[in-house]
């Protein structure tokens, strides 16, 4: 283990050298979205790294160092140099667990699903971190055991909540700026590198991303952040600075992307979701609205 690494980039690449770590890089977030015939390292070209289970962590890293460094320029003193530590950490450990559990859509774990997973992490510490000692295993285990499922209320679990609602929200953005891409006729070129061989392959691929970012708008990220707000100013900041991004996101929305979530097509489906994700997307779009009237523009 290499000593000039922090601590959370020893905590991702020790777990990525087991054998957990490498059947975490062949699985895909937002699965349910991705055609069956599209390899998980297209649907990562396509979207980025964060749409790979095992890469998602790290790149968590660097949002939550981005997080901290905004938060800092802000208020010198929100984040002390242990705590930023914490949660680099936390970022780094935090979704270890889904080799074992699978990857849950947020806004559908239980909180059996959550207890599950904590006791996953706890009973394969060894397995996972194997060599991590010293200073790296207690921030290990201080951000398992109190950040990553913590209480939100809490100043850390409720930052490293954050700092996931805001890769959220980044996901959208990768997925309607592809979403405009594909929406034109590609380039040999681009074709290529993407892994898309004809019309409709594209068309399957457009449809994939407009369900993925109306399930981001619809799942109440958005409301959280503009709650998340209040207490990091950066967020705001953030918020009002992407404004166009998520008006014309939330814009492209219709009722009718919603249709597939139905039992026997969406895989994730529960009763009566179609009408549920409208809802909930319509409550979203007015608190959004709301918002911007009420917050001024930061300059």
């Known amino acids: 283990?290499?000593?000039?690494?922090?601590?959370?980039?020893?905590?991702?690449?020790v777990f990525s050298s087991t054998i957990y770590g490498k059947r975490l890089a062949e699985r895909a977030r937002y699965d349910r979205f991705r055609p069956e015939w599209y390899p998980v390292k297209s649907w990562e070209r396509l979207l980025g790294p964060d749409v790979n289970n095992l890469h998602h962590m790290r790149r968590t890293i660097k949002v939550a160092r981005l997080f901290v460094k905004r938060e800092n320029a802000l208020n010198a003193k929100q984040f002390s140099h242990r705590e930023a530590r914490l949660?680099?950490?936390?970022?780094?450990?935090?979704?270890?667990?889904?080799?074992?559990?699978?990857d849950v859509p947020y806004g559908r774990k239980s909180t059996d699903q959550r207890t599950w997973e904590i006791e996953v992490l706890k009973t394969y510490e060894s397995s996972f971190t194997p060599r991590l000692s010293g200073p790296a295993r207690t921030l290990y285990r201080i951000g398992r055991d109190r950040i990553a499922?913590?209480?939100?209320?809490?100043?850390?679990?409720?930052?490293?909540?954050?700092?996931?609602?805001?890769?959220?929200?980044?996901?959208?953005?990768?997925?309607?700026?592809?979403l405009d891409q594909l929406s034109t006729r590609l380039?040999?070129?681009?074709?290529?590198?993407?892994?898309?061989?004809n019309k409709s392959e594209q068309q399957q691929l457009a449809t994939a991303l407009s369900r993925m970012v109306a399930e981001i708008m619809s799942s109440g990220v958005l409301g959280?952040?503009?709650?998340?707000?209040?207490?990091?100013?950066?967020?705001?900041?953030?918020?009002?600075?992407?404004?166009?991004?998520?008006?014309?996101?939330?814009?492209t929305i219709t009722d009718d992307v919603f249709a597939w979530n139905v039992r026997g097509t969406d895989p994730g489906a529960a009763e009566n979701d179609v009408d549920t994700h409208i809802l909930h997307f319509n409550q979203q779009h007015a608190l959004w609205q709301d918002w911007l009237v009420g917050v001024p523009p930061h300059k």
Not at 1 to 12: A, L, R
Not at 87 to 102: K, R
Not at 187 to 197: E, K, M, V
């Open 224 to 251: 959280l952040l503009i709650a998340s707000s209040e207490r990091f100013p950066s967020v705001r900041i953030l918020l009002r600075r992407h404004q166009h991004q998520i008006s014309e996101s939330m814009a």
């Open 149 to 178: 499922f913590g209480d939100q209320s809490e100043k850390l679990a409720g930052a490293f909540k954050t700092i996931e609602l805001l890769g959220f929200m980044q996901n959208a953005f990768d997925a309607h700026r592809r």
């Open 87 to 102: 949660l680099y950490v936390t970022a780094a450990l935090h979704d270890q667990a889904e080799v074992i559990v699978g």
């Open 1 to 13: 283990m290499n000593k000039n690494q922090d601590e959370s980039e020893q905590v991702y690449g």
């Open 187 to 197: 380039d040999p070129r681009s074709a290529t590198y993407l892994g898309i061989t």
